[in-house]
């Protein structure tokens, strides 16, 4: 359990994550605008950086649970469950700005195309993966019902990222990956690379949190499971932490 | 049974909200009618959509409708509008409006301002006639 | 191009993104702290 705390709880992340959020903003705002869209460009450059987080964070939550099935080492469900929470929070805060820039440009918060659609189911789907977590304090259990849906839920990114190539939707297609390369001029896919680069720093450094906290959750639940002994009946057995960092 | 409560409540919430979800989906994989497919079909009241370009020097407006062609690659249909158009409304943007198909004009009074994924600086820059194209 | 009803929905929009993220960020710091007081209750 002494492997769970870290004695000093790491101040760096918060200032990486802090001059990654100026740098977006900074490239954001001084990159020329688009001559049809105007000011309104302004919006893809945290849209864009939030939806590829919300992949990026949810292809990890695969890895991580995958490699947790293999060894079964309770550090890879930490770092599955901790991008999961990290990706349905990007998840969130794409379709929230997609909604600003829709109202903006297409003059419409919501509607149900393809991309919008699936978008919002991905987005519920890992709320419920949060929401399996917490069906038991039995810490095995929970890894490996975690880690068959973090590895399932995976299919769906695929979906949302080419519904827009497979099906006629009202979102524009990708601008970026795509075959025939971007359809943008250069400054503005430089300065759309500096805002996913960016953003992929903070991610780092929000994993580095976010894990930092699940070792500590972890901890609580083993002395509170240590404390009120084996007349709780549930999930008392210690779980194997040997592999912890 | 404290456990079982607290995954409960979320579970609904989420499998309710997902049912709501799949059920929309079905009916909108396909978004939007190209002016082709729809003159491919009869006239009625049924609500449609239509998207394409709005064709360079056909919008002319009125008190209360905007009149303009709508084209993919080939075809182009007339379409009035009654209401007033998004601001990023313009002549050579891709729009999606919602009404009936007459025969003659699709009549709509819902538009949608649907842009590329083209970025530019200048206007100039735009390769118009690819992504009209690609779209059909 | 230049309106100013563009800036106001940029900034709209920025407002929401970084409004979010640090409420995010705090999420995570407070559950630390929560997490760390009581694991000095305990143990």
Redesign the interface.
């Known amino acids: 359990m002494a492997t769970l705390?870290q004695k000093k709880?790491p101040v760096w992340p918060?200032i990486v994550?802090a001059i990654a959020?100026l740098v977006t903003?900074v490239a954001?705002m001084t990159v020329?605008?688009?001559?049809?869209?105007?000011?309104?460009?302004?919006?893809?450059y945290?849209?864009v950086p939030?939806a590829w987080l919300a992949y990026l964070s949810f292809g990890v939550t695969m890895i991580a649970s995958g490699i947790y099935l293999w060894k079964r080492d309770l550090e890879w469900d930490r770092r599955a469950h901790a991008s999961a929470e990290i990706g349905v929070?990007f998840t969130?805060?794409a379709i929230?700005?997609g909604m600003?820039?829709g109202?903006?440009?297409?003059?419409?918060w919501w509607?149900?195309?393809?991309r919008l659609?699936?978008t919002?189911?991905m987005f519920?789907?890992y709320?419920?993966y949060l929401?399996?977590r917490?069906?038991?304090?039995d810490m095995d259990a929970r890894a490996k019902r975690a880690a068959v849906m973090g590895i399932l839920a995976i299919v769906q990114i695929p979906l949302v990222h080419f519904s827009v190539i497979w099906?006629?939707?009202?979102h524009?297609?990708?601008?970026i990956i795509?075959p025939e390369g971007p359809?943008?001029?250069t400054?503005?896919v430089l300065t759309l690379l500096t805002a996913v680069a960016s953003f992929t720093v903070?991610y780092i450094a929000?994993m580095v949190?976010?894990v930092?906290?699940a070792r500590?959750?972890d901890?609580?639940l083993i002395?509170?499971q240590t404390?009120t002994g084996p007349a709780a009946g549930e999930a008392v057995v210690a779980p194997d932490l040997s592999g912890g960092a | 049974m404290r456990k079982y409560a607290r995954f409960i409540i979320p579970a609904g919430v989420i499998v309710v909200a997902l049912g709501f979800l799949m059920v929309n989906l079905s009916s909108t994989l396909v978004y939007f009618n190209t002016p082709a497919e729809l003159q491919a079909r009869e006239p009625s009241d049924a609500r449609l959509r239509l998207g394409g370009r709005v064709v360079p020097g056909s919008v002319v407006e009125q008190e209360t409708t905007v009149a303009f062609e709508v084209e993919d690659c080939d075809t182009s249909v007339t379409v009035i509008h009654t209401g007033v158009p998004p601001q990023l409304f313009q002549e050579g943007i891709g729009v999606v409006v919602e009404g009936v198909w007459t025969g003659e004009a699709f009549e709509s009074d819902t538009m949608l301002v649907k842009h590329d994924e083209e970025y530019r600086q200048d206007s100039e820059d735009y390769d118009e006639v690819e992504h009209t194209c690609s779209e059909s | 191009m230049d309106y100013a009803y563009q800036w106001n929905w940029v900034m709209f929009g920025y407002g929401v993104a970084y409004a979010a993220l640090v409420v995010f960020a705090s999420s995570i710091a407070v559950r630390v702290t929560r997490a760390r007081r009581r694991l000095g209750e305990e143990t």
């Open positions: 705390v709880s918060w994550m959020g903003f954001a020329p605008p688009d001559a049809v869209q105007g000011q309104l460009s302004r919006i893809m945290v849209h939030s929070f969130g805060l929230a700005l600003i820039w109202k903006s440009t297409w003059g419409t509607t149900w195309d393809a659609t699936l919002a189911i519920f789907v709320l419920g929401a399996l917490r069906t038991t304090d099906w006629q939707t009202l524009q297609p990708p601008s795509k359809d943008m001029d400054v503005m903070m929000m949190k976010r930092e906290l500590l959750e901890a609580v002395a509170e404390n």
